[in-house]
C-alpha cells in the first residue's frame, strides 16, 4: 500500500512516522518535526558515548545479516591515523524488499541526519550514500535535501555524498559496494582486512544500511532503554523493523512493526490476508536469499533474529515474499535462480557456473525435459554452492532451491513425471 | 580521414566538464569518479561509444580496456544507442506472481518493438526485462527512461505508451 495510510492499529511507527507527508521532506518541514535537534547535540557528544548507547539499545544491522551496529562501530581504529569513511548502502535490490526506497522518498533528512551522527560516532569525515541506479526518485529527493541541509550548515566538518550504481545487485554486498565508490568492477573483495581495517580507498571504514542509519536518531533521542524495551519475544531483537509485504497478498506495502510481532498477524491482519478464495501456499519472510517456508511455518513463525532461526530461515532484509496456492512453485524457484545467474559477479566458479546450471536445470524440468537424479544434482550443485565463496550471493541462490525442493518437492516431481503441462522457462 | 568518418566532440567540455571537475573533488583518487563519469557520458549522448570509453580513460587516467571492463560489469551502461524510451520491466519472482510477463508482453505490443532488447522501427522504444527494481510492493514497476512507474498492468500499458510517444 502506498502513502499516505493509516498505520493499522498493530503498528509500532518510529521510522515510517513521517511517511505520506510530503512536508517532512523539506528541511524547514523536518526541522518543524524536530529533525537535526539529535545531530546537534550528538556533534557536541564524544563519539564513545554514542557508539555505547547504539551498543546499549541492541539495535542490529537492517541490510540483512542482523550484525550489533554499536559494535560495528566500535571496530573502527581507536587511534585516528588515517581518513575514516563511512559508506551508506542504498542499493536496495534483494528482491522483496522496498524499506529504503520508502525511507528516502518520504524522510531523506532522516537519512542523512544518522549518517552524520553516524560518521561522527566512527570519526569520519566523509560520507558516501551509494543509492542504486535504478533509483531516479530517492535520488532526486535525497539531492534536494543534501543541498537544503548542506547549505544550512547542519553537519558540522562531515561532508556527505551520494554515489549512483549503475545496475548490479552484487553492490549490496559491503567489499563489492566500496569497490564500485572505488570505480571498480562489483566484485566483493575476500575478508580479511575487514572493513573496519581497509575499507574503501585502503582507508578505516564502516557500512551501515539506510534503515539501521534513520534509527539511530530516535535511538539517541529517546534513550537505549526505550528502544531495548520494545521487543516482543527475545531480547537479542530490539526496536522495531519495517517488513515490506509483497506478492500475493491484499494490501501489499510496509509495515513496522516490534519486533518479535507474529508473521501470521503481519499477513493476515496487517496486509489484509490473501486474495479472495485463495489459501497461502508458502512465504519467503527476509528477501530472496532466506529459505522459503511452507504454511504452518510460516503461521508460526516470529518475526525478529531469533524466531526465524527457529523456524529453519532468517530475517534477513524483513521482505516478505507471499505465495499463494495458485504460485507454481518450480517456476518461482526458477525465476530466484535466475535472478542469482544474472547477479553474479562471475569470480568464484561455485557461484558463477553453480548459479547457471542451478537455472537451466530448472528450466530443463519446467519444459517437461527433467528427470528423477535432476533433483539430486540441484541438491548436490547447492551443497558445493554453500559456504565455499568470497561472498554469499551463491549460498542465497542455493537457500530457495534446497528449501523448495525439501517442502514443494510433488511440484518438481509432477513436472518430470509429466504430469503437469510443461511450460516455456 | 576516411569518408563516412565524423571527428569525434569531447563529451567533456563546457558544463560536463565543470560538472566532472566538480565530481573529483569527492573522492581522493581519479579513478573513483569512473561511475559518475559514466553516467554524464549516457546523459550526454543518450549512449556510450567506444570512442567515448576512451575519452574517460583519457580524462581520468586509466586505460580503455580498464574502463571498458567496468561499463560491460554494470547493466544500465548502454553500449548500443537506444530507442527514445528506454523500458525496463521487473520480472523478478514478486512480480513475476503479479503478472509481470503479461506488461512486458503488453508493453512489447503496445510499442512495436516486438523483441526483448529490440527497437521499434520507429526508433521510439527499446523494452527490457530487468531483475527485481526494488518496488516489489508496487507490482509491476517498470523505468521508462528516468520516470519511475509503479503498479503497472496490462490495461495500462496503452496509456503510457500514448503519453510517452
Request: proline letters at 6%; aromatic letters at 8%.
Amino acid at each position: 500500500m502506498g502513502y499516505p495510510h493509516k498505520p493499522h492499529a498493530k503498528e509500532t511507527v518510529v521510522l515510517s512516522k513521517h511517511f505520506g507527508d510530503p512536508e517532512a521532506r523539506t528541511y524547514k518541514g523536518w526541522v518543524r518535526r524536530g529533525g537535526y535537534d539529535t545531530l546537534h547535540k550528538a556533534l557536541a557528544t564524544d563519539p564513545a558515548a554514542i557508539i555505547e548507547e547504539v551498543k546499549a539499545s541492541g539495535l542490529r544491522g537492517r541490510g540483512g545479516a542482523g550484525f550489533p551496529t554499536g559494535l560495528k562501530w566500535s571496530f573502527m581504529p581507536k587511534e585516528k591515523k588515517k581518513p575514516h569513511y563511512l559508506c551508506v548502502n542504498a542499493d536496495e535490490s534483494e528482491p522483496g524488499t522496498f524499506k529504503d526506497r520508502e525511507i528516502m522518498r518520504w524522510t531523506p533528512h532522516a537519512l542523512l541526519e544518522g549518517t552524520a551522527i553516524a560518521a561522527h560516532a566512527i570519526r569520519a569525515e566523509v560520507a558516501y550514500i551509494y543509492v542504486r541506479g535504478e533509483f531516479t526518485e530517492p535520488l532526486a529527493i535525497l539531492e534536494k535535501a543534501l543541498a537544503e541541509a548542506s547549505t544550512a550548515g547542519v553537519f558540522g566538518g562531515i561532508k556527505i555524498y551520494l554515489h549512483r550504481g549503475a545496475g548490479a545487485y552484487i553492490c549490496g554486498e559491503e567489499t563489492a559496494l566500496m569497490n564500485s565508490i572505488e570505480g571498480k568492477r562489483g566484485n566483493p573483495r575476500i575478508k580479511p582486512p575487514f572493513p573496519a581495517a581497509s575499507g574503501v580507498f585502503g582507508m578505516p571504514t564502516t557500512i551501515n544500511n539506510v534503515e539501521t542509519l534513520v534509527a539511530v536518531p530516535p535511538i539517541l533521542k529517546n534513550g537505549a532503554a526505550w528502544y531495548k524495551a520494545m521487543s516482543l519475544s527475545n531480547p537479542k531483537s530490539t526496536g522495531t523493523k519495517l517488513f515490506s509485504v509483497c506478492g500475493h497478498i491484499a494490501k501489499p506495502g510496509n509495515y513496522e512493526v516490534t519486533m518479535g510481532f507474529p508473521l501470521k498477524d503481519l499477513l493476515y491482519e496487517l496486509s489484509g490476508g490473501m486474495r479472495p478464495g485463495r489459501t497461502l501456499k508458502a512465504c519467503i519472510p527476509g528477501g530472496s536469499s532466506v529459505p522459503i517456508l511452507n504454511r504452518e511455518e510460516s503461521e508460526s513463525c516470529l518475526l525478529d533474529y531469533e524466531g526465524c532461526v527457529e523456524r529453519g530461515t532468517m530475517l534477513g532484509s524483513g521482505g516478505v515474499i507471499v505465495f499463494d496456492d495458485t504460485a507454481d512453485m518450480v517456476y518461482q524457484i526458477m525465476r530466484l535462480a535466475r535472478f542469482y545467474a544474472h547477479e553474479s559477479c562471475a569470480q568464484c566458479t561455485q557461484c558463477r557456473e553453480g548459479t547457471a546450471w542451478t537455472t537451466r536445470i530448472l528450466e530443463r524440468i519446467l519444459t517437461g525435459q527433467g528427470a528423477t537424479k535432476d533433483l539430486d544434482l540441484l541438491l548436490d550443485l547447492a551443497d558445493n554452492m554453500t559456504g565455499k565463496t568470497i561472498c554469499v550471493l551463491s549460498d542465497s541462490c542455493a537457500a530457495p532451491v534446497v528449501s523448495g525442493i525439501k517442502k514443494f518437492k510433488s511440484e518438481f516431481e509432477a513436472y518430470i513425471a509429466g504430469k503437469k503441462r510443461p511450460v516455456a522457462a | 580521414m576516411s569518408a563516412g568518418t565524423q571527428e569525434y566532440q569531447a563529451v567533456f567540455a563546457g558544463k560536463p566538464r565543470a560538472q566532472l571537475e566538480e565530481v573529483l573533488t569527492r573522492y581522493p583518487t581519479k579513478q573513483a569518479a569512473l561511475l559518475p563519469a559514466l553516467w554524464l557520458v549516457q546523459r550526454e549522448r543518450g549512449w556510450i561509444s567506444d570512442r567515448s570509453m576512451t575519452e574517460v580513460a583519457e580524462v581520468l587516467g586509466l586505460t580503455p580496456a580498464y574502463v571498458k571492463g567496468v561499463v560491460t560489469f554494470y547493466t544500465m551502461y548502454h553500449q548500443h544507442p537506444v530507442g527514445r524510451n528506454f523500458v525496463q520491466i521487473c520480472t523478478t519472482s514478486p512480480c513475476n506472481l503479479c503478472g509481470a510477463e503479461d506488461v512486458v508482453r503488453a508493453m512489447l505490443e503496445h510499442t512495436g518493438a516486438k523483441d526483448l532488447g529490440a527497437t521499434s522501427s520507429d526508433g521510439q522504444w527499446t523494452v527490457i526485462e530487468v531483475e527485481c527494481l526494488g518496488a516489489c510492493g508496487f507490482a509491476t514497476p517498470m523505468l521508462i527512461n528516468d520516470d519511475f512507474i509503479e503498479s503497472v498492468t496490462p490495461e495500462r500499458v496503452a496509456e503510457l505508451v500514448k503519453k510517452y510517444r
